[in-house]
C-alpha cells in the first residue's frame, strides 16, 4: 500500500474511533489513546520523501560559491562592486530554496514536529552562512581600503573549506548506513575549522580594540573592519551549527 493510502486509510479509522469516544465513554477513550500512539509511531516508519536531500545540496553549493567569491576578491579586490552584487543574486536564490523548503515541509505527513524542525533549522543555518559572506562583503564596500583587509583575508579560507565539508555531508546523507564514517569525519573537521577562526577572532578584536589610532577616519573604519570580522566569526558559527544538526541526523540515522 502508497504511503499516502495507508495515511488516508488511518485517518478513517482515526475518525471512526474519535466517534466511538463521544457515544461510548471512557473505554473508547482508552482505546483511542492506544491508538494515537500506533498512529503516530507509524508514521514515523513510514517511507519519508528524499526530496530534501536535492534541495540541501543545492544550497550546500550556494554557500560554496559565495565564500569562493569571498576568496576570489582577495586575488582582486577591483571586483569589490560586482562580486557583491553577484553575492545578493545568491542570497536571493538561496533564501527561495529556503522557502521551497518551508512549503515542502508543510505538506509532508511523513515526520513528526520534531524532525520537521531539525530540517527548518538546519535550512536556515545553512542559508545563514551565506548571508553573512554577502553582509561582509556589503560592509567592505564602507572602507577606503585598497586592497582586501588582512582578517577577511584570514577567515576566506577557512570558510571555504568549512563550506566545502558541509557540501561532502550533506551527500552522506543520502545513504547513512555506508557513510556514517565519512560524515562524522565531515563535522569534526568543520568543529576543528571553527576553533581556528575563533584563534583569529580573538588575534584581529585585541588589535582592533588596544592599538591606539591617530585620526577620527581611522577609528570610524576601524569600527567598520571590527564589524566585518564579527560578522565572518558568526558565518563560522553558523558552520559549526550546521555540523551540529547534521551530527543529530547522524544520531537519528538519518532525515
Request: charged content about 35%; proline content about 3%; glycine content about 4%.
Amino acid at each position: 500500500m502508497k504511503k499516502g493510502k495507508a495515511l488516508e486509510r488511518f485517518a478513517a479509522i482515526k475518525k471512526r474511533e474519535e466517534g466511538d469516544i463521544a457515544s461510548h465513554g471512557f473505554f473508547p477513550v482508552l482505546k483511542m489513546i492506544l491508538f494515537n500512539s500506533v498512529f503516530e509511531r507509524m508514521s514515523v516508519f513510514l517511507p519519508h520523501d528524499r526530496k530534501f536531500f536535492e534541495l540541501f545540496e543545492a544550497l550546500a553549493d550556494k554557500a560554496v560559491e559565495a565564500s569562493q567569491l569571498l576568496v576570489d576578491l582577495g586575488a582582486d579586490y577591483s571586483y569589490l562592486s560586482r562580486i557583491g552584487e553577484e553575492l545578493k543574486a545568491l542570497e536571493e536564490e538561496a533564501d527561495s530554496v529556503v522557502h521551497q523548503i518551508i512549503h515542502e515541509l508543510y505538506y509532508d505527513h511523513t515526520r513528526v514536529t520534531e524532525e520537521k524542525g531539525d530540517i527548518r533549522y538546519f535550512a536556515h543555518n545553512l542559508d545563514n552562512i551565506i548571508d553573512g559572506v554577502e553582509k561582509a562583503v556589503a560592509r567592505l564596500a564602507f572602507t577606503q581600503r585598497p586592497a582586501i583587509p588582512e582578517p577577511v583575508s584570514e577567515f576566506s579560507p577557512i570558510i571555504l573549506e568549512a563550506s566545502l565539508e558541509i557540501r561532502k555531508a550533506i551527500s552522506c546523507l543520502r545513504d547513512m548506513r555506508c557513510e556514517e564514517g565519512s560524515l562524522e569525519t565531515h563535522c569534526i573537521r568543520i568543529n576543528e575549522l571553527e576553533n581556528e577562526a575563533d584563534k583569529i577572532n580573538r588575534k584581529w578584536l585585541k588589535m582592533l580594540m588596544t592599538t591606539p589610532v591617530k585620526e577620527t577616519e581611522e577609528l570610524l573604519e576601524r569600527q567598520v573592519l571590527k564589524e566585518i570580522v564579527d560578522i565572518l566569526e558568526d558565518t563560522m558559527d553558523q558552520c559549526e551549527d550546521v555540523a551540529n544538526i547534521l551530527e543529530t541526523f547522524r544520531l537519528k540515522g538519518g532525515v
